[in-house]
Structure formats: structure tokens, C-alpha cells
């Protein structure tokens, strides 16, 4: 994998989205046969985590793809991540579920936490990278939300309606693109881990209905639109955090092709 993250990043990429997929649906088949749901994926993705952390932070790749600390001036200019808390917090207005025993709530943080990481290192570390690297920012922006967003049509073989998982992927779209303009305002994955750990965490502890979702997922796409337009106005009179033209120590330049 070493060789492919240098030279094709973008299929770097592809191969890990590949890999994180299979581990889920693997972790969802075991679960069922152990009969809890959330315990196998939750422990699988505990250890993809880990050794994702371990295996990219030699050599400064997980750094490069995002995972480092919010500088002060970053974290003044989007707004101190407000929207992000104003959509993570509408999720509370549709009450808990009452249905979920001690366990199945803490599998499903540990869960979320881990969906979180991975998915904020996989498509905006990962992709965003992959595809700045061979084309430039605004492709970076658009095609990893947008690659964000579909790729969660995967969640139709977790049980999911046709209807679920179209507003799953409207939100996953409209976040995606905003998230990747954090990223590259900011040049850090680290904030918006937590958030998706949160927005997630939350989601599945509350009930869902089919009519609150479509509201929120309206309610969600006016502060994305008005927060996307905010963050694209920064990148114009700053340009990209300065952290996005570092390279790790074994990649010195951007590679020719995808």
C-alpha cells in the first residue's frame, strides 16, 4: 500500500473506502451471529483505527491527511465551528430513543467514534489529498463530498429504506462538501472527527421518522449552503491553510497523474 499512497494516491484512496466497506459489512455478519448488534463491527474498526494510526504516523503521513492540531487563526476563521454545533444540535429536537439497553448505547459511540475517524481520514485525508495532489482544490472539494455523500448508499445492505438512505445521502453530500472546505481553510481533520463522531452518536440515539429526517436534512442544507459560501470567501482572500502545501518526508512533490 506504501507504493500505491505515493504514486496513485487517488486509488490509495479507493482501496482503503474498499477496505473500510468490507470491514463493516464483515463486522455487521458477525454481530448478527453473536447476536448483539454493533459488538464485531464496533471491535473491527477499533483495530482498522489503531493500526491506521500506528502504520500512517511514521513518516508524517497522518499529519499530512490531516490529523494535527487547530491553530488559533484557523480556528477564528470558520466561525469557531458554530454551524457545525448548530446542525449536530437540531438532531436533539427529535427526542431519544427509549429502546436501548446500557450496551447498545456504548457500542454505538464506540462505534461512531470509530466511523468517524475513519471516515474524515479516508475521504477528506485521504481522497481530498489524493486528488489535490493530481488536480487541484476545487476538484478536491466537490468530488470528495460528493463521493462522500453516494458512497453511503452502502448502508442499504445495514437494513436501510430506499427513502432513509436518500436523505442519508443528501446529507452526506451537502456535509461533505462543507467539511472538505474546513479541511482546507484549516488543514486539520481533527475537529471535524468530532463532529461526525457527535452528529452520528446522536442520530442513532434519537428517534427517526421519516418526516423529521426531511427536516432536518432542509434545515441542515440552508446552514451548509450559507456556511459553504462563508468558508469558500475565506479560501479566496487567504487561500488554503498553509499546512496543505506540506508534504510528508517521503513525498517531496505533487505526482503527475491520479
Known sequence: MGTLRENRPVWYAVAWIAVYVIAVNIGDWL??????????????????????????????????FGVRAVRRRAFQSVLLYIPLALIASMQLTKGFRDDLTPTAVLLIVVLMICVGF????????????????????????????LTFGVGHVV???????????????????????????????????VPLIVFHALLNII???????????????????????????????????????????????????PVAAA
Open 31 to 64: 454481530s448478527e451471529m453473536v447476536g448483539e448488534p454493533n459488538s464485531a463491527t464496533s471491535a473491527l474498526l477499533v483495530v482498522l483505527s489503531l493500526g491506521l494510526i500506528v502504520g500512517l504516523a511514521r513518516d508524517g503521513w497522518l499529519r499530512y
Open 118 to 145: 475513519l471516515e474524515e481520514l479516508i475521504f477528506r485525508g485521504m481522497l481530498f489529498r489524493g486528488i489535490e495532489r493530481s488536480s487541484n482544490l476545487t476538484r478536491a472539494v466537490v468530488i470528495s463530498g
Open 155 to 189: 448502508n442499504l445492505a445495514r437494513g436501510m429504506t430506499l427513502l432513509e438512505q436518500s436523505v442519508q445521502i443528501g446529507f452526506g453530500v451537502v456535509l461533505g462538501i462543507v467539511l472538505a472546505l474546513l479541511f482546507a481553510v484549516t488543514g486539520t481533520i
Open 203 to 253: 442520530g442513532n440515539l434519537t428517534v427517526a421518522d421519516p418526516g423529521s429526517e426531511l427536516i432536518m436534512l432542509a434545515a441542515t442544507t440552508v446552514v451548509c449552503v450559507g456556511y459553504a459560501l462563508y468558508l469558500v470567501s475565506v479560501l479566496r482572500r487567504r487561500g488554503p491553510s498553509p499546512e496543505m502545501s506540506q508534504r510528508p518526508r517521503r513525498v517531496t512533490a
